[in-house]
């Protein structure tokens, strides 16, 4: 049986369908068990790790949107996607990126590719809206295999899927749904 790290590797080698069916795979194997004190978040280890405290910030708001959140581990030689989220049936694999900075959105959205076509933006500081949505297009622009960008502000999550930003007002309209 192989182990996680080569199903995680499996996945860059797979797309559409065979991808979806590979990360729930991924999500239902044994290895993954309840994180002591919360509901729905699951890990394989990793409590040790410099970025745990900001993936269990992102994987508490998750499950306060209804996922199940799988912590995936991080193989050293393998890049890979930090979550799988799961709700009523369907799996997305997130790369977290946690804003603290004024003007990091950009640079840590670009960091991302290559890992997983999904990013989950966590904006821990006040970001200006125009620039998030300058942001967001620079990244979907320069990533065509970019799927969808999860934005975790304060209690609020907003989904920037590619139809979106092709829109022509999208700044227009990111702008006015970002502050309501």
Partial sequence: MN??????????ELTGAEFSRQVERIALR????????????????????DDFENQL????????????????????GIRTAD??????????????????GKAS???????????????LLNMATDYNARSLAKDLLA????????FEVMI????????????SVENHDFIKKFILFYHK
């Fill in 57 to 76: 910030n992102a994987a508490r708001k998750a499950v306060m949107h209804g996922y199940r959140v799988f912590v995936l581990p991080n193989p050293r």
């Fill in 105 to 119: 959105a950009k640079n840590r959205l670009l960091e991302s590719i290559g890992q997983t076509n999904h990013v």
């Fill in 83 to 100: 979550f799988i989220f799961e709700r009523k049936g369907t799996y997305k694999m997130y790369d977290l990126k946690t804003i603290s």
């Fill in 30 to 49: 044994n290895e993954f068990y309840p994180l002591e004190g919360e509901t729905d978040i699951y890990i394989t280890g990793g409590e040790t790790s």
């Fill in 152 to 163: 975790f502000k304060r209690n609020k999550v907003i989904q920037v899927k590619r139809v």
């Fill in 139 to 146: 990244y979907f622009t320069t990533n065509p295999n970019a």
């Fill in 3 to 12: 182990n996680i790290t080569d199903e995680l590797a499996k996945l860059h």
